[in-house]
Nanobody, 120 residues
Framework: QVQLVESGGGFVQAGGSLRLSCTAS????????MGWYRQAPGKQRDLVAA???????DYADSVKGRFTISRDNAKKTVYLQMNSLNPEDTAVYYC??????????????WGQGTQVTVSS
């Protein structure tokens, strides 16, 4: 099994920044793609950003130019730098991991989620 532990969520005013981190442990040879999904109350869980096994990245249109996903393979960690946050970014953010891609399809493994709240 793969365990994903997220950190970095919190409360921020509109226009501010946050950086989320997700560190993988366990049978990490089962994963090479990681990403972030988010879910607001009453809405479905949608892709925010992902980085594939080959290093390519995907972003939701709503976050392009504001969010950046990156990873440190040595630390088994993926990051999501979020800038110019707005209230529509308020959601629980979930780390997701799998093989090949977590953009075209959700990966097998999920973190517990971290709350991001942006005030206007």
């Amino acid at each position: 099994q793969v365990q994903l532990v997220e950190s970095g969520g919190g409360f921020v005013q509109a226009g501010g920044s946050l950086r989320l981190s997700c560190t993988a442990s366990g049978t990490i040879w089962n994963i090479n793609a990681m990403g972030w999904y988010r879910q607001a109350p009453g809405k479905q869980r949608d892709l925010v950003a992902a980085i594939s096994g080959g290093g390519s990245t995907d972003y939701a249109d709503s976050v392009k130019g504001r969010f950046t996903i990156s990873r440190d393979n040595a630390k088994k960690t993926v990051y999501l730098q979020m800038n110019s946050l707005n209230p529509e970014d308020t959601a629980v953010y979930y780390c997701n991991a799998g093989w090949g891609t977590v953009a075209a399809r959700k990966g097998r493994y999920w973190g517990q989620g971290t709350q991001v709240t942006v005030s206007s």
